[in-house]
């Protein structure tokens, strides 16, 4: 049963580590991707009136067709807006030693950035800025539409001056 008072969300906007690295999971036949994202803050330090910045890199797992979707589109330093939730995992390393690691599981992605960026790390440059793709959460078949385009904006007519109602 879901805790009605609890939440598991992230919303991270960074840039890629690099190349997402893809396996597939035989036993799910499913893909996964895995990836870093950096996101950067700035800090101001009032005694000194300097300012730095902090970088924070977050490991980044993704699953089924929003995976492949990320090994298709994504690439070193492309900017995407994600979602998705942290999963920690567990397992004993070959000493006997028990290991855990938390990663951010992504369920939605957005394309940020120039179209430059990502005709760059694709052979089509059918994308633009505020595309994306989305998960079902379930790497199934409720993820199929993996990659969603934006709607056509004005319809059939020619997009002039003539189509605003007002």
Not at 97 to 125: F, M
């Amino acid at each position: 049963m879901r805790d009605i008072n609890s939440l598991n969300k992230v919303i991270l906007v960074g840039r890629l580590g690099g190349k997402p690295e893809m396996r597939r999971l035989p036993q799910q036949d499913r893909w996964v991707a895995t990836f870093t994202l950096a996101t950067n803050e700035r800090l101001f330090n009032p005694n000194t009136r300097e300012s730095s910045d902090r970088t924070e890199w977050h490991k980044i797992v993704v699953f089924g067709k929003l995976a492949e979707f990320c090994d298709k589109y994504l690439g070193q330093g492309r900017q995407i807006l994600l979602e998705g939730k942290l999963r920690t995992r567990s397992w004993q390393d070959k000493e006997g030693n028990k290991r855990t690691k938390t990663e951010v599981e992504a369920l939605n992605i957005v394309l940020l950035g120039k179209r430059e960026e990502s005709s760059a790390t694709s052979d089509t440059t059918d994308l633009d800025s505020g595309q994306y793709a989305r998960s079902g959460g379930r790497g199934d078949a409720a993820g199929d539409d993996a990659f969603t385009p934006p709607a056509e904006a004005g319809g059939d007519s020619g997009g002039g001056d003539d189509d605003i109602p007002f």
